[in-house]
């Protein structure tokens, strides 16, 4: 069966500091990967999505970066956070015409 | 670009029907989802349309229609735990391989005794 892993659940760190998020897939092969960033209330914002090793598309400009290192393998980063960047953050997979599946999400405070 | 609106929020009474729309417009389709997402938790899968009608399953319904760029939810029986969040969300074609999976806003839906 297929399995998301996304960690960790909650952060907490300085602005200016940087910052590793990683999401790895188990069960599948070559999905496509997504990040997003929900706010408080509102809705999932598509940040980074990937279709294969290497390839990674941005939706916004940002102070974030993504990459794909391994097939099932998805890390978020930035190497100064701003007070901004707080929000959740989910991860997911998905192939053509199927439904996706999220990561636990990670909460980050940047204080 | 792709664009998809739902109402912000809606309120409704136990026991009773609730149907949240949702309108899209995107540069390519794969089909269209809907998801439930409780506070603080990840999205969970509820629906998938990708053919014009009607897919029932339990006390949920979605509809789609591909000429309008719409879409609804319907919730029947409604009960207090079905107060969450409900997004919408479409897939579209992406450098032809791939999805692009994009959300709408959600619809915060608060269930009344």
């Known amino acids: 069966s297929q399995t998301i892993h996304q960690w960790p659940a909650t952060l907490v760190q300085p602005v200016g500091s940087p910052l590793s998020l990683e999401c790895t897939v188990e069960g599948t092969s070559n999905p496509n990967l997504y990040w997003y960033r929900q706010a408080a209330g509102r809705g999932l914002q598509l940040l980074f999505y990937s279709v294969g090793i290497g390839q990674i598309s941005s939706e916004v400009p940002q102070n974030l970066s993504a990459s794909r290192p391994q097939d099932r393998q998805f890390i978020l980063s930035s190497k100064k956070l701003l007070l901004s960047d707080s929000g959740f953050y989910l991860c997911?997979?998905?192939?053509?015409?199927?439904?996706?599946?999220f990561g636990q999400g990670t909460r980050l405070t940047v204080v | 670009g792709q664009n998809i609106d739902q109402p912000t929020e809606m309120t409704a009474t136990e026991g009773a029907i609730v149907q949240i729309n949702c309108t899209y417009q995107?540069?390519?389709?794969?089909?269209l989802f809907w998801y439930q997402q409780h506070a603080g938790e990840a999205p969970t899968f509820l629906s998938y349309?990708?053919?014009?009608g009607l897919e029932e399953k339990g006390r949920f319904s979605s509809f789609l229609s591909r000429s309008k760029g719409y879409s609804y939810l319907l919730l029947k029986e409604l009960q207090m735990k079905d107060s969450a969040s409900y997004l919408c969300a479409v897939s579209g074609h992406l450098y032809n391989q791939g999805g692009k999976l994009i959300f709408g806003q959600g619809t915060e839906l608060s269930v009344k005794p």
């Open positions: 995107t540069s390519g389709f794969n089909g």
């Open positions: 349309n990708v053919l014009d």
């Open positions: 997911a997979w998905d192939r053509v015409s199927t439904e996706a599946f």
